[in-house]
């Protein structure tokens, strides 16, 4: 298997994986693992939860970096 073949991506290439074998075991668990049913309220309120927790995170990395810069946060 060649290391420069753009089908692979690093992590595939580091395995020996090919992305059809990825894409057959993603297809393969879609298939037999039962899906969630979202009524609207609960998709919303997974959605808030998601951008809360990047918001978070975004808050956390931004004063990690004003810090590291020694910058006064206004």
């Given at each position: 298997?060649?290391?420069?073949?753009?089908?692979?991506?690093?992590?595939?290439?580091?395995?020996?994986?090919?992305?059809?074998?990825?894409?057959?075991?993603?297809?393969?668990s879609?298939?037999?693992?039962?899906?969630?049913?979202?009524?609207?309220?609960?998709?919303?309120?997974?959605?808030?939860?998601?951008?809360?927790?990047?918001?978070?995170?975004y808050?956390?990395?931004?004063?990690?970096?004003?810090?590291?810069?020694?910058?006064?946060?206004?």
């Amino acid at each position: 298997m060649p290391h420069n073949d753009p089908e692979l991506s690093r992590c595939d290439r580091a395995r020996g994986s090919s992305r059809l074998e990825r894409d057959v075991g993603r297809l393969s668990s879609i298939a037999v693992l039962p899906r969630p049913i979202f009524d609207e309220e609960a998709a919303l309120v997974m959605l808030r939860q998601i951008q809360q927790a990047n918001h978070r995170a975004y808050l956390s990395h931004r004063k990690r970096t004003l810090q590291k810069l020694k910058i006064e946060d206004t």
